[in-house]
């Protein structure tokens, strides 16, 4: 049974951090790229970070660029991201999506996603 488990989510000061956790099984966690999405309330779901099956090649929304770190460890089936000097502009729900090819067509088993963390900024 495929599933994805975030955690680490939780309330944070402005300028504070945060690391969450996703945790994989079920399915070939090598075979998948990773994606963390956020979605505020009222607002569309967007991608946040995005890295790559073996992790060699990452990507970040605009607005966390330099704040924000995506990373995983194939051994322990886990990705991870890591939030520094958050905003209260990042209170969201972060969800775990996992992707595998094609990308450009959405299957019942290539596109997977958890059931989300919620993350405050606030003071």
């Known amino acids: 049974q495929l599933q994805l488990v975030e955690s680490g989510g939780g309330l944070a000061q402005p300028g504070g951090s945060l690391r969450l956790s996703c945790a994989a099984s079920g399915f070939t966690f090598s075979r998948y790229a990773m994606n963390w999405h956020r979605q505020a309330p009222g607002k569309e779901r967007e991608l946040v970070a995005g890295i790559t099956s073996a992790g060699g090649t990452t990507n970040y929304a605009d607005s966390v660029k330099g704040r924000f770190t995506i990373s995983r460890d194939n051994a322990k089936n886990t990705v991870y991201l890591q939030m520094n000097s958050l905003k209260p502009e990042d209170t969201a729900v972060y969800y775990c999506?996992?992707?595998?090819?094609?990308?450009?067509?959405?299957?019942?088993?290539?596109?997977?996603w958890g059931q989300g963390t919620q993350v405050t900024v606030s003071s």
């Open positions: 999506n996992a992707r595998a090819p094609p990308f450009a067509i959405v299957t019942r088993t290539n596109n997977y």
